[in-house]
C-alpha cells in the first residue's frame, strides 16, 4: 500500500518540478498561472464533482453522501479547535496566518487528483463532499479567522462557488436518474482527466516564486507544518475509527486533511492584511514535505479502513 500511494504522490510531484521549471523558464507566467487556476477552479472543478454522480440512483449512496457531510463539518471543527488550544502568538496577523494555514488545506488540487486515482469513483464522491463544507467554512469562519472581522464574510460565495454548483447540477442529474448521452460524458470526462495535470502545474509555479528556505528558519512555522501534515491527520483518523468510520471514507476524509497547506492562505493572507511571508513560507513547505508525509499517513488509514 504504502508503495501505491508513494508512487502516485511521485507522480504528482514529477507534475509539479514540471510547473516549477516552466516558472524559471519563463514558460508559465503569473498571468498564464491566474488563467490555468481559473480553468480549473471554475470549469474542472464542477466537472469532477458531476462526473463522480453520473451514476445509478441508490439510497445507499445518497445516505453515504449525506453522511459524508456530516463527517467532514466534524472534521474542520475539531480542526479549528485544535488551532485555537494550540496555537499562540503575540503578533495577531501571524497568529490567523498560523492558525489557518493548519486548518484549511489543498484538498482540492492535491487530494482530489489522488482520490480518483486511488479510491475511484467513490472517493472522488466524498472528496468533493470534503471540498463543498471546506468551501463552506472557508467563506465563513476562515475569512473572520484571517480577517479579524465578521464585516468580510460574504454569503453570497458560501453557496454561489463552482463547488456546489457542481453538485447541485450532480446531484440533479443522480436523484433524478437523467440519462447523460455518451457524447456529452466523453466531453466531461475530457475535462475532468487535466484535474490532476493542471493544479499540480499550478502549484510548481508558485513554488517557484518563493524562497523555501526561509521558512526552516521560522520555529512556530516548522511547528505549525507539522501540525498540519502529522498531527492533525493523525488525530482525524482517531476520531474518525473511535466513531466507527471505515472504509472508502476514512481513507478519503484523510487524504483530504494530510494535503500540504491550501495555496489560499496566501491570496487571504495578502487581501486581508495577515502575515503574507509567513503563508508562502507555509504553503512551498508543506507542499515540499507531503512526499514523505501523506504516503504514509494514507497508508496507515487504509490499513485501518
Partial sequence: MLATVFSQVTILMIMIA??????????????????????????????????????????????????????????????????????????????????????????????LPLQQVILGADGTLYGSAYIIMFNLVIWSYGVFLISGDKKYIQPKKLFINPGIIGL???????????????????????????????????????LAQNNILTAFKDFKCIFAIILRMIIYPLAVIGFLYIIGVRGTLLVSVVISVSAPVAAITTMFSSKYGADTPLSVDMVSLSTVISIVTMPLVITLAQYLA
Fill in 18 to 111: 514540471v510547473g516549477f521549471i516552466a516558472a524559471k523558464t519563463k514558460i508559465m507566467t503569473a498571468e498564464g498561472a491566474r488563467c490555468c487556476t481559473d480553468i480549473a477552479l471554475i470549469i474542472v472543478t464542477p466537472c469532477v464533482i458531476i462526473k463522480s454522480l453520473i451514476r445509478e440512483y441508490s439510497h445507499d449512496i445518497m445516505k453515504s453522501l449525506a453522511f459524508a457531510f456530516v463527517v467532514t463539518l466534524a472534521v474542520q471543527v475539531l480542526m479549528i479547535l485544535l488551532s485555537r488550544i494550540i496555537l499562540h502568538s503575540k503578533d495577531k496577523a501571524r497568529e490567523r496566518v498560523l492558525r489557518f494555514g493548519t486548518i484549511f488545506a489543498n484538498c482540492g488540487f492535491m487530494s
Fill in 168 to 206: 447541485a447540477v450532480g446531484l440533479v442529474i443522480f436523484i433524478c436518474s437523467i440519462p447523460i448521452p455518451q457524447i456529452l460524458y466523453s466531453a466531461i470526462d475530457y475535462i475532468s482527466a487535466i484535474y490532476t495535470p493542471l493544479p499540480m502545474l499550478i502549484i510548481g509555479y508558485h
